[in-house]
């Protein structure tokens, strides 16, 4: 799906982007997607040789950079880079430094992890494909029954989602256990869901079950943080998550759970909105029957 999308990302969206991918692609043009995210005013005015020279590649890896960046040609991407450039001239605040050091005082740690945690909120909403979104969304209003699959703090995020489900009145159910997922998705058919969320796009334990399911005629989602990993050949749908900057302090798990989270959250809302007249008096009734155990 990568370098296919139909809509150019906006503006807003360019540096999550490069944060996505750059992992993927090739160090060269890791160097074309690291200059224009880090000074979109700068390769604005550059013409394609130039963006080549400044970065010593060739013209054909920035044409093929600007093209996995989601932009039909170089000359999409420049605007982009110009719409960017505008709107960090208009006053919008310097980035932070977010490395948390080993001595930072508590209150810079919170600070910091603030800020990570608000970026990568920002940069997962201004690059998740809402047509897939809708897509996720619809089969899930129709599914006879929902798996998740999630492994270490993906796992987390998958109980997290079917915990949602669960009091909407939808049959869910989230698997950490790589041999219990597998035994159940041998069940799922067509007008089930599958959902697998892995932040590296690599996780076998995730994508095994994954395959599955996509292979019984269910329809398969993907929450990942690589959109271009394995467990997207297996994928009806692909929602892509964006992450903070990794540190010694805050490892993969950390960065990833928050973009996962949103993701999850907004498929939430889309079933309950679709659904709301079952899924209101549902989240009143469990709301109810748990009323008693908050009192004190």
């Not at 990993?229 to 297996?234: D, E």
């Not at 996962?260 to 007249?277: I, K, M």
């Amino acid at each position: 799906m990568v370098g296919t999308l139909g809509t150019p990302p906006a503006p807003a969206a360019l540096a999550a982007k490069v944060r996505t991918l750059a992992p993927s692609m090739t160090r060269s043009m890791q160097r074309v997607a690291e200059a224009v995210a880090g000074d979109p005013a700068g390769c604005a005015a550059l013409t394609v040789t130039g963006l080549a020279e400044l970065t010593g590649t060739s013209e054909a890896t920035v044409v093929r950079t600007a093209r996995l960046l989601g932009y039909p040609g170089y000359r999409d991407l420049r605007l982009a880079l110009a719409g960017l450039a505008a709107q960090q001239q208009s006053g919008r605040a310097p980035a932070i430094t977010t490395d948390i050091a080993a001595d930072d005082p508590i209150a810079d740690v919170v600070a910091k992890l603030a800020y990570d945690e608000q970026q990568t909120l920002a940069d997962t909403a201004a690059g998740l494909d809402t047509v897939q979104l809708g897509a996720a969304v619809t089969a899930l209003v129709t599914a006879r029954r929902t798996d998740v699959y999630g492994v270490g703090a993906s796992g987390l995020v998958a109980q997290d989602l079917t915990q949602k489900l669960l009091r909407i009145g939808l049959m869910a159910h989230a698997h950490s256990d790589p041999h219990l997922a597998v035994t159940n998705a041998v069940q799922l058919r067509a007008g089930d869901v599958a959902i697998a969320i892995t932040h590296s796009g690599s996780t076998g334990d995730v994508i095994e079950p994954l395959r599955v399911a996509f292979e019984r005629g269910a329809t398969t989602v993907a929450i990942t943080g690589r959109p271009d990993g394995p467990v997207a050949q297996y994928a009806d749908h692909v929602l892509t998550t964006s992450t903070a900057r990794e540190s010694e302090l805050r490892p993969a798990a950390m960065s990833s759970r928050t973009g996962q989270l949103l993701v999850v959250d907004c498929l939430f809302v889309g079933v309950a909105q679709r659904t709301y007249e079952t899924a209101a008096p549902a989240l009143s009734a469990s709301y109810e029957a748990l009323a008693h155990r908050h009192r004190s």
